[in-house]
């Protein structure tokens, strides 16, 4: 895959526009990170009410590299971080891993 906002075949496009992080903590909330112990599934416990992290300037470097790409578009627009996690769990075949949220 070229480009990496491109999806997969069986999923639809997404905007060609949007190219950037959408803020909706997914990425912060579904992997686990270990650099930080934060388990699979899990929120992050520096990720803010609003989805924003509060050690930004201090991250790891598992997060500063981390990219947006075609999955920040499937996920985003879900109403709430759960569901968020759950769509991104999913989308790796992770979703059996975690317990239910919300």
Not at 70 to 96: H, T
Request: charged fraction near 25%; glycine fraction near 8%.
């Amino acid at each position: 895959m070229a480009d990496r906002f491109e999806p997969p075949p069986e999923y639809a496009p997404r905007s060609v526009l949007r190219r950037d992080c959408t803020a909706c903590g997914a990425c912060c909330s579904a992997p686990d990170i270990h650099a930080l112990q934060k388990p699979l599934g899990v929120p992050c416990p520096h990720l803010d009410a609003g989805c924003l992290c509060r050690i930004y300037g201090a991250r790891p470097a598992v997060c500063r590299n981390y990219q947006p790409d075609w999955v920040c578009g499937e996920v985003a627009p879900l109403p709430s971080l759960g569901a968020r996690i759950r769509r991104f769990l999913e989308i790796y075949g992770l979703e059996g891993e975690i317990p239910v949220l919300e």
